[in-house]
Structures are given as C-alpha cells and as structure tokens.
C-alpha cells in the first residue's frame, strides 16, 4: 500500500463515525498518533438504537474482524415491519433489519479505540479545525450537522442547509418491540406518526433495578420516534411542553402500540430535520465526515451508516494513496455517489411523511405498500421476493387477475379502453418537412406500438406554423398533415390491435423558431426565423432568444382558433385521446407560470387569472373533440425555480382542468426557464403526479425518468398514478413493453404479441454460465 504521510490525525467528534475513522487509520498504521476530542462524557449519547445494513455490516467485518464480532453479539435483528392504520395491522416480512443501543456502539468503539492506542479526550472541546491542522498532518471533522468546522470554512465547503416542515422526538420504550412499526394516529389536531424498532434484546438475568441509568430494562428496548407537521405540533400544544410532558402525551397517543407503557426521554427536544450538503468535502488537509458532509432523513436509517461507511472509505483512500489531496479526492469520489443516491431516497421518504395526510384514505393495502415503497429502494419486484403473501394481497385489492401484473390491468377513460398501463410518451423528433409527418414518424410511432404499449402518443403537433418549436416540428394546420396522421392511425390501429394512439397538440409561444435540437437546443435559427408570440414579451434565453410580443385579444383568439381547427383535424384523422401541451414553457405554460406571466390584464397576476386562457384554449378543443374520446392536459408541475409554480399552485391547475372535463392529468416539470434546478434521479418527478392524484382523486400520468417495469408496477399499487409515460426506454428498446410482459411472463391480454412476432415471445435462448455441480465431496 502507498500509504500517504500522514503521522499525525485529529478526529473532531466521538459519535461512531468519527471513533471509526480513528480506529480504522490506527489499525491501518499503529505507528500514527491519532486523537480524538468529544466534548461529552464517554457514558453521554443523544438517541437511542442505530440501525447497520448487512452491506455496512460486511464492510466493518472485512476491515476490523475485532469490531464486527463485538457487534455481532450485541445485535437485535428482525426481519418484519408492521403497518397499523385505522386499526389494522398489515404485516409484511423479508426485510432483515440489524440494531443495537447507541450507547453500545460507542462503548465497542471506545474499547476498540483504547485497544489500538488511540487518544480520546473527552469532555474536551476540540480545538478549531484550522488549529489543529497546523501541527496534525490530517483533520476529520466528524462534529455533526451542526459542524463548526464546516461554519468555520463554509468559503471553501459551500454548505446548503435546507430545513423541513416535520417536527420529530426521539424517545424509548423500555420494551422490545418485535417488528419495525409504523403507525398511524389521525388524531383532532392532526395526524401523527411512530416510527418504532427495537434496539435491546430481553435480558431476563438483569434486574431493572440495576441497570444504569438510561440503560434497557430486563425486558429490552425499542427507539420511538414521533413526528407530525409543524401546525399539528402546534394545534397539539406540543410546542409549550417540556420534554418530560412531550413524551407523556405521545405515549398516551400511542398508547396501544406501546401497551399502555411510558415513553422516555434522554436530552430529547423537538427538531425539524436539515438536509445538509456540501459543494466540496475538503480543504487543505481537513476533511468533512459523517453529518457534518451531509445528513440523510431517518426514516430511511442511514444516519449512522453513512458515517461508518464514510469511515472505512476515508481510510481506505488514506491507505492507498501516497499524496493526501490525493487520498481526500479520492474519498470524495467513492462516496459522494452513494451518498447523493442516499440522500434522493431519504428525500422522497421525508416528503411522504410530510404528505402523509393525502394518504390516510388509501385502502388499508395499497397504504401500506405505499409506505414501504416510499423512497423507490423497495419496489414491488423486492416486495414479491421479500413476502409474496403480503404483495399478492395487495395486487389483489388493486384490480390485479391472478397471473397479471399490474402494469398489464387495463384502464378505462371515456369511451377508450387502453390494454395496459403503459404510454410511449411524446417526445419530439424534429423530422417532418413542413409540419407533414413522413415515413420516419411511421415507423418510430408503428414500431412502439407493434411493441406493446397501450397508448402511443405523437410528439407536440403544433397548431400553425409559428407555433412550430423548430423547422422540423410536425403540425395539423393543413388538410396534407392531417391525411399523413391518418395514415398513421390506420397503420397502428390495423397492425397493432388493441394499441391506441394520442395526439398532443400545443404551440411554441416564445421557446419558437429554434435549430433542430442536434444543432443547436433552444439556440435561435441563423436565418429563416419567424415573429413569436407569448403572454409576456420576456425571451426564453435573455441575450439569446428572440424577445417575443405579448399577445393582444386578437392575438390570443386567432391562437384558439387554431387550436380548435387543429383539434377538428386530429378527430378526423383518427386519434384516439388528445392531449393539451400546457407544460415545458410553450404558450400555454407561458401563462400559468409566474416566472412567464407578467401581465397587468385579466389573464395575469393571481393564478385564476394566469388559467383563463389555457382553460378557454381547452374549453374549445374539449367542443370540437368528440365526446367519447378523451382529453388530457399536460402540465408542469414545478418551474424547479424560485418564485415559480408552487405545489399548491400544481394541484390547483390540475383541479381546474379536472373541473373543465380533462380526462387525466400528465404531470411533467420544468423546462419553463432556462436557470432551472431540477432535482434529477430516478423517477424524480413522480412525487408530483402523486399528489395531484392523492389531493384531487383524479386520474394522472406520471413521467420522469420512470426506467423500468418494476418502477412502473410499484407507481401503480401504490397509488401514485394511473399511467406510466416513458420516452428514453422506448428509445432504446421499441418493444420495451413486449419484453417487459416477456421478462415478468405474463402472456395475457394487457400485452399481444403481433403474430408475425409471436416466435419472439421469449428471450431466446443464451449459453450456459453455468458449471455442473460436484455430485460427490470427498474427505
């Protein structure tokens, strides 16, 4: 190994991370003198249990054997989570938990520690980070979410720390529970919510009476969190009670749970949960670890674990690398990954609890398969492998045929009946010559639905030729376009039974008159450019895009004319459903967003105002279009920009176009400004379409990133959409549909083979991997 110099180490903190790290560079290098300072007394800890993944757990026995077998034999493991709502307990089992007493942990560290020679001063403050990095060769800043040393150079780490709107206790029962619980207390403040599992075995040989204090009793232990929204915190009083009272009242919320047992506190205050990152974990030789680089939500119990893993790769890089700026990036590098995939999911399970009242009507399985779905890491796929039993019945309860899974259940809207769940989702190809679409748009639209989708949908068809995105845009302004869409339609609607076609129709407003995106996105055409037209005369890209006129009353009824003539086209050219594009910043979106919309008029300013055109623009296609074919509405859910579309204003848009007759709701985001931040990963949008859904009890199609088939199946039984719409997986693969019924095998009527395609309905055959197994061992 090309150890880097590093004689000298200073560890600021003594939670488990920090003890880690120390023992881990001790033991890599017993020559080094390592030193630790934590400010508490060695018997001090806030908290209860910690939980360890086997993944973490298989880490620490490969790097220190002596650790690995003291935690083995302190560890409470269970392998089911009980879900209780409304007096039901669903119970779902296979999912292999591993816990033990903070206070225990940070003993096995402390004797560990003492064992290898490493120096622990407690009940010392540690002096500043860039102090001690003038006589110590390397500096871990494992001091917390709270981490001076971060505050200190927050130049240099350019730290976000972001709030949220639940407050949370922890507290203890001096009981062991005997599965993760969760449970539910709809209560007349508000609804409140455990979080429970056990973190201490039954000791029958340990009398209560001598146990130290703080300490389990002889019937073990269990971590209680309670959390709720800040205002039912309030309405609840809990903001003026000490915490002595705090845990008094949540043991008598939950008093069934914990069979009439108190509930106990060590130091314990109401908190609202940080979301902490850093631009940087490093600066000169001090490194930032654990809470203080970044903090995940503990619903997902990754605290702990993400320190300890951070841990063992700080030391490792240190080990491995002569140079420490080296060895520091090289840190950075293995673990920023995992810990950004990390944080997504604590994300998406810290926003569910924080919406977990949209929920509570849910039936009783589906709520619960939502919950233990919550951060997209469990799927149905684990669920069905984890405990067939619990995820059969929630199939069951949603509609599901024996053998048929639930992306292959049909779905009515209107007079349509769509084989499956699944939606080829609009996207643009920038090939028609004169809005006319060709062969190119044959094949790409006829190949998706020879591959199984239930609803194909076209790329935005624009409504006239200054409503065209590119050159290249296709359109249904002329009698020409519409015979060449029915060509289409009569070729998917002939060669792929069942598979149904949509069109959406929308119209650039100021993102127009652009190159086709391969040569240039959003970059204004070099010459050929045509005027544009939006709700505000504001320029997509300042400095760079045409600065488009407002449009006027006159303006804004030829554009409905348009859209009407369109839509008239589109019936007689034989679509299926239609869909409005009010997303994205085109024209439509250009008036519901605030960041677009700066009129002065009836049709600006409050957002009833901001809906007035896009629902007249509605109102007359809905007219023309013919009543048992459906309407949808695309929307943009978030601007993913300051001073944007808010979620409430989403749900309103989506209630307002529910309320005017729109069939569904397609909830997108974004791509209304050019500054946006979108919080990217997989399925990144779908949150939103959840709520729409949950809030509104009307049908939606969620999009974003959606990459599998899991992903879709999981989306469906939990309640967070109707429809699935993918775009890059049909890209890849036009028969994603037929190969993902193929891959689940189903055979059923949600997903027919084409017959000159049916010989292909099983992955064909590969070489064997395999190797024979031994028939005998002998001694």
Request: glycine share 10%; net charge negative; proline share 7%.
């Amino acid at each position: 190994m090309a150890t880097s110099d590093t004689r000298r180490i200073a560890v600021i903190g003594g939670g488990p991370g920090g003890l880690y790290a120390a023992a881990l560079l001790k033991r890599l290098g017993p020559g080094r003198e390592v030193t630790v300072w934590e400010r508490n007394a060695p018997d001090d800890t806030f908290g209860f249990g910690v939980v360890l993944s086997d993944e973490t757990l298989g880490g620490i026995e490969h790097a220190d054997p002596v650790v690995y077998r003291a935690l083995s034999e302190e560890f409470v493991r269970w392998d089911t989570i009980d879900v209780v709502h409304r007096g039901v307990t669903q119970t779902s089992g296979g999912h292999g938990f591993a816990a033990l007493g903070r206070r225990t942990l940070l003993r096995i560290l402390h004797e560990r520690c003492a064992s290898l020679g490493v120096r622990i001063r407690f009940r010392a403050e540690a002096p500043p980070a860039a102090e001690l990095a003038e006589d110590h060769d390397l500096v871990i800043a494992a001091d917390g979410v709270h981490s001076a040393t971060r505050a200190a150079h927050a130049l240099h780490f350019r730290p976000t720390v972001t709030t949220h709107r639940n407050r949370y206790i922890w507290l203890a029962a001096d009981f062991a529970l005997d599965a993760f619980r969760f449970e539910i207390a709809e209560t007349e403040h508000g609804v409140m919510q455990l979080h429970a599992y056990p973190f201490s075995r039954p000791s029958p040989g340990r009398h209560p009476s001598t146990r130290p204090s703080g300490a389990p009793d002889a019937l073990g232990a269990s971590t209680v969190i309670v959390e709720m929204r800040e205002e039912v915190w309030r309405a609840a009083g809990l903001d003026t009670c000490g915490t002595a009272e705090s845990a008094e009242r949540c043991a008598k919320v939950f008093a069934e749970a914990l069979g009439g047992r108190p509930l106990r506190s060590n130091n314990s205050s109401w908190l609202t949960f940080a979301t902490v990152t850093n631009d940087r974990w490093s600066y000169g030789s001090t490194v930032l670890l654990g809470d203080a680089a970044h903090t995940a939500h503990f619903s997902i119990g990754s605290g702990t674990k993400l320190a300890v893993e951070d841990a063992l790769a700080l030391a490792a890089c240190v080990d491995e690398h002569p140079c420490l700026p080296d060895a520091l990036a090289a840190y950075e590098a293995e673990r920023r990954p995992v810990v950004r995939s990390t944080q997504r999911a604590a994300a998406a399970s810290l926003r569910w609890f924080e919406e977990l009242p949209q929920y509570v009507d849910q039936p009783p399985r589906r709520f619960a398969f939502n919950l233990l779905t919550r951060s997209r890491r469990v799927t149905h796929g684990n669920l069905r492998l984890r405990d067939p039993d619990f995820t059969g019945s929630v199939e069951e309860e949603f509609g599901c045929a024996p053998g048929t899974p639930p992306m292959f259940t049909p779905l009515r809207l209107r007079g349509l009946e769509l084989r499956n769940r699944v939606v080829v989702s609009p996207m643009d190809m920038y090939s028609a010559v004169e809005g006319v679409p060709g062969d190119f748009h044959l094949v790409h639209l006829g190949s998706r639905a020879l591959g199984g989708a239930g609803l194909v949908m076209t790329e935005m068809v624009c409504v006239s030729p200054e409503g065209r995105i590119t050159p290249g845009c296709a359109g249904l302004w002329t009698g020409r376009q519409a015979d060449a869409w029915s060509r289409i339609t009569r070729f998917v609607h002939d060669s792929a039974p069942g598979a149904a076609i949509g069109v959406q129709l929308g119209h650039s407003g100021r993102k127009g008159s652009t190159r086709l995106m391969w040569e240039g996105i959003d970059q204004p055409l070099e010459e050929g450019n045509w005027p544009l037209g939006a709700a505000s005369p504001l320029p997509y890209a300042p400095g760079v895009s045409q600065v488009p006129r407002a449009l006027d009353e006159a303006g804004m009824r030829a554009v409905l004319g348009e859209f009407t003539e369109a839509a008239r086209r589109a019936a007689r050219s034989g679509f299926d459903l239609l869909e409005l594009h009010c997303a994205h910043g085109y024209l439509l979106s250009g008036f519901l967003s605030p960041l677009t919309n700066r009129r002065t008029d009836a049709y600006g300013g409050a957002l009833e105002n901001r809906l007035r055109f896009p629902l007249e623009v509605f109102d007359a296609v809905r007219a023309v279009w013919p009543d048992d074919r459906p309407m949808t509405v695309r929307i943009s859910a978030t601007d993913w920009a300051s001073g944007g579309t808010s979620d409430e204003d989403a749900v309103a848009v989506a209630r307002a176009f529910a309320d005017h007759g729109a069939d569904a709701i397609d909830v997108s985001t974004g791509q209304v400004v050019p500054d946006e931040r979108p919080e990217y990963g997989r399925s990144y949008q779908t949150p939103y379409a959840d709520r729409i859904r949950n809030a509104l009890d009307v049908p939606v199609i969620a999009v974003g990133a959606i990459s599998s088939w899991d992903d879709v199946n999981s989306l469906l039984l939990a309640g967070r959409a109707d429809l699935c719409a993918l775009a890059r997986p049909h890209l890849y693969d036009p028969h994603w549909t037929l190969h993902a019924a193929a891959e689940q095998g189903y055979t059923g009527p949600g997903a027919t083979w084409p017959l000159p395609y049916r010989a292909g309905s099983r992955p064909p055959p590969t070489g064997r991997t395999d190797a024979p197994k031994p028939r005998l061992t002998l001694d």
